[in-house]
């Protein structure tokens, strides 16, 4: 298993984002970033819970 996997996201979509959203705009997107899986398993949980409300909401 690859610790740094981003559970199959592709790099492409990272830059489909970026490109859509616009490198330079200052507005903070909530749960866009997908951790690694070596994140997820070191990341202490109250940090780790809020990753996964972003995701959800």
């Known amino acids: 298993m690859d610790l740094d996997d981003r559970f199959g996201m592709p790099e492409s979509a990272f830059r489909a984002a970026l490109d ?31 990753l996964l409300i972003d995701w959800l909401w």
């Open 20 to 50: 859509a959203h616009g490198p330079d705009n200052p507005t903070f997107r909530s749960g866009m970033y997908v951790p690694t899986r070596r994140e997820v398993a070191e990341m202490p949980p109250k940090d780790l819970y809020r």
